[in-house]
């Protein structure tokens, strides 16, 4: 944004990576016009489908709905494996929009970052504080 480099700078480049690599969208995407950037599009998303804005090869299409109600204590394993890896899946998304903030003051420094990231893995692998 016309600064010198910086960590401020790098992390919000991860976060643009971030977002380019979950949704399958570039910042330079025809899409984005006027006002609205890959970032502004990631975080207009509803918290609750969030999952729409995902690259569709991400996640097939029927694992989608599986993965948002497979938590009713009846559900198999794998759809209890689809609700993880969306709830990573939207974890990593939300990672990046924090990274990718327009104001350097309210970016995450990269200690936050890694910690964040850290979390999504031990969830993911069922590991640490929240795995189990």
Same mark, same amino acid.
Request: charged share 20%; proline share 5%; aromatic share 4%.
């Given at each position: ?8 700078? =790098? ?15 570039? #910042?330079? $995407?025809?899409?984005?016009? $006027? ?11 509803? #918290? ?6 995902? =690259?569709?090869?991400? %996640? #097939? ?9 497979? %938590? ?12 993880? %890896? ?22 995450? =420094? ?12 031990? %969830? ?9």
């Amino acid at each position: 944004m016309g600064n010198e480099a910086s960590t401020s700078g =790098d992390v919000y480049s991860y976060g643009i990576l971030l977002l380019e690599m979950f949704t399958g969208k570039r #910042p330079t $995407d025809g899409m984005f016009t $006027d006002s609205l950037t890959l970032h502004k599009f990631a975080k207009m998303a509803p #918290p609750e489908s969030m999952e729409s804005i995902f =690259d569709p090869t991400l %996640i #097939p299409k029927g694992q989608i709905g599986e993965a948002s109600t497979s %938590i009713s204590g009846v559900g198999h394993q794998s759809s209890v494996n689809s609700h993880k %890896i969306l709830e990573c899946l939207i974890s990593l998304l939300q990672v990046g929009i924090a990274c990718s903030e327009e104001q350097a003051k309210d970016r995450p =420094d990269i200690n936050e970052v890694v910690t964040n990231l850290h979390k999504i893995k031990n %969830i993911l692998l069922g590991s640490g504080a929240h795995g189990g």
